[in-house]
């Protein structure tokens, strides 16, 4: 009887383990595709600033 409860409690800790590794999978998938539309702004962010300075700072022509 008592290796019963132990064995069903050493169950319910491995579903639990299960379920929070499963969101830990699911939340590191959802931080990359935020991680990568972040890099895609920066991105933009510098090519503007790199002809902003080229136009305004340096006085180059517009292209």
């Given at each position: 009887?008592?290796?019963?409860i132990?064995?069903?409690?050493?169950?319910?800790?491995?579903?639990?383990?299960?379920?929070?590794?499963?969101?830990?999978?699911?939340?590191?998938?959802?931080?990359?595709?935020?991680?990568?539309?972040?890099?895609?702004?920066?991105?933009?962010?510098?090519?503007?600033?790199?002809?902003?300075?080229?136009?305004?700072?340096?006085?180059?022509?517009?292209?």
């Amino acid at each position: 009887m008592m290796g019963t409860i132990v064995e069903n409690a050493k169950d319910v800790e491995m579903v639990r383990k299960v379920d929070e590794m499963k969101q830990l999978k699911e939340e590191n998938q959802r931080l990359k595709h935020e991680n990568e539309m972040l890099m895609k702004i920066v991105v933009q962010m510098k090519g503007t600033l790199n002809r902003m300075v080229s136009r305004y700072v340096l006085e180059e022509p517009k292209r």
